[in-house]
């Protein structure tokens, strides 16, 4: 789109370094006090579409996923992605739409329930039937023979997706004392031809403690043959786990949102780093868009933005906030913030909400460079906004952190790629990044 605007203040324009990304000698977006006002209609962006409305319960939420799955918004899947869930897709169908995940945590060992009782509705073994089989089960109220829980009490049921069912691919049972590895994945329960997406591990070393017995059926083409089942005796049972990669990379409870991303950086050093790749969904809940060491870091962009705010700080000049590469974001917000920047019509500006800006369960969010943002236009293409352009507000631009001078600062439009010099005082929006 084109903004047409009567100049009404004089400035002049630094050209710099900046003409090699675009941002050439032209018309810069000014304080006018006159000029055509530029109406504006955007659509949310795919990312902005899927976040979660305040008021869906978890069901309702799960339910508009598997709709938002077959539309032209669908993210794209593939085995070995986290899911919606946090936890690894294991499976997929209709070209990665659907499919199944494992859940991000394990659940502690439980009793299965239902001693010598055969439950009809349990005996499904393909890929696709354990939601059917979990209901079947939880339907039976099943008691311990023990007296204490068992594996199907719907308090189990993990991290908020409370219709979430729980699903067993035990890959071998062996003689006992010898290692089980089980895989639990978790997906809606209504989707009974469209499983969703999630994974976790866990090896379990088990002492028999009592007596059971395993009838092997057609399972024996998955590996389950006839030989000694795992069964009861008077011994002591004894476990032992190894936490998958998943598990250790869940936040400790009594992290700070500052340790938790210092926790995460070093992590991404270890061998269970996540190797992303640019489109995937980073641990912000946004887009990665740019990569380093192989995938383990990089930059992903926040999966909502900040409203048009001032930049501020209007005819003052901040050295450390002139550098546009790649990687100077950061540096630059935190100069920024040291300054105070105050508004020039007396409102917030943004270096105020970014400060605050909590996006995914981080904060430690900032305002990309100028290259920053111009690489989030030419890896992720358009991104709308909603909103209409007014005399001093352009939604559809959005500020970067790297000024020219006293008076403008680079920005860019996010849905057509066009560049300008935009005065602090005009109201733009924000796109976040953080690094991982």
């Not at 999630?198 to 403690?209: G, N, V």
């Not at 995460?264 to 995937?280: I, M, N, R, T, Y």
């Not at 906030?321 to 943004?350: M, P, Q, R, W």
């Not at 020219?404 to 920005?411: D, K, L, Q, V």
């Amino acid at each position: 789109m084109s903004v047409k605007i009567l100049a009404t203040l004089l400035m002049t324009v630094w050209v710099t370094t900046a003409s090699a990304y675009g941002w050439e000698d032209g018309d810069p977006l000014t304080l006018s006090g006159d000029g055509d006002e530029a109406k504006v209609e955007y659509e949310l962006s795919c990312d902005e579409k899927r976040v979660r409305d305040p008021s869906m319960t978890d069901e309702e939420y799960s339910d508009f996923l598997l709709e938002f799955q077959d539309s032209e918004c669908a993210h794209v899947f593939k085995v070995g992605d986290i899911g919606f869930g946090g936890g690894r897709v294991f499976y997929i169908t209709d070209g990665g739409r659907h499919g199944l995940e494992t859940a991000p945590t394990d659940i502690k060992p439980r009793e299965w329930g239902c001693y010598d009782q055969s439950l009809e509705g349990a005996k499904d073994l393909k890929i696709g039937s354990g939601s059917d089989n979990t209901e079947a089960i939880i339907d039976e109220s099943c008691k311990s023979y023990f007296g204490g829980s068992v594996i199907f009490c719907k308090s189990l049921m993990a991290m908020g997706w409370k219709n979430l069912n729980i699903e067993f691919y035990p890959n071998k049972f062996r003689q006992q004392n010898e290692d089980i590895l089980f895989q639990y994945s978790y997906y809606d329960s209504l989707a009974k031809n469209k499983p969703k997406i999630k994974d976790k591990q866990m090896r379990i070393k088990i002492l028999a403690s009592f007596l059971m017995t395993v009838w092997v059926t057609t399972a024996s083409a998955y590996g389950w043959e006839d030989g000694d089942p795992l069964i009861s005796s008077g011994d002591e049972a004894a476990v032992e786990y190894k936490p998958t990669c998943d598990v250790q990379r869940q936040r400790a409870p009594s992290m700070t949102d500052e340790e938790y991303s210092d926790f995460l950086l070093e992590f991404q050093d270890s061998e269970c780093a996540h190797v992303f790749k640019v489109g995937d969904i980073g641990f912000g809940g946004g887009r990665v868009f740019y990569t380093t060491d192989e995938g383990r870091h990089g930059l992903e962009t926040a999966p909502t933005d900040i409203k048009p705010l001032e930049w501020g700080c209007y005819d003052q000049s901040l050295e450390g906030a002139k550098d546009l590469k790649i990687g100077s974001g950061s540096d630059n917000t935190e100069a920024i913030i040291d300054e105070s920047c105050k508004s020039y019509f007396g409102g917030s500006v943004i270096f105020d909400d970014i400060e605050d800006y909590n996006g995914g369960g981080f904060r430690d969010w900032y305002v990309p460079s100028a290259y920053e943002l111009y690489k989030i236009y030419e890896v992720q293409g358009s991104h709308k906004v909603v909103g209409d352009s007014t005399q001093f507000s352009y939604p559809q631009y959005f500020w970067s952190s790297s000024e020219i001078n006293s008076r403008y600062i680079y920005a860019q439009n996010l849905d057509t790629g066009s560049k300008v010099y935009a005065e602090r005082g005009l109201t733009l929006s924000t796109l976040p990044i953080r690094s991982f």
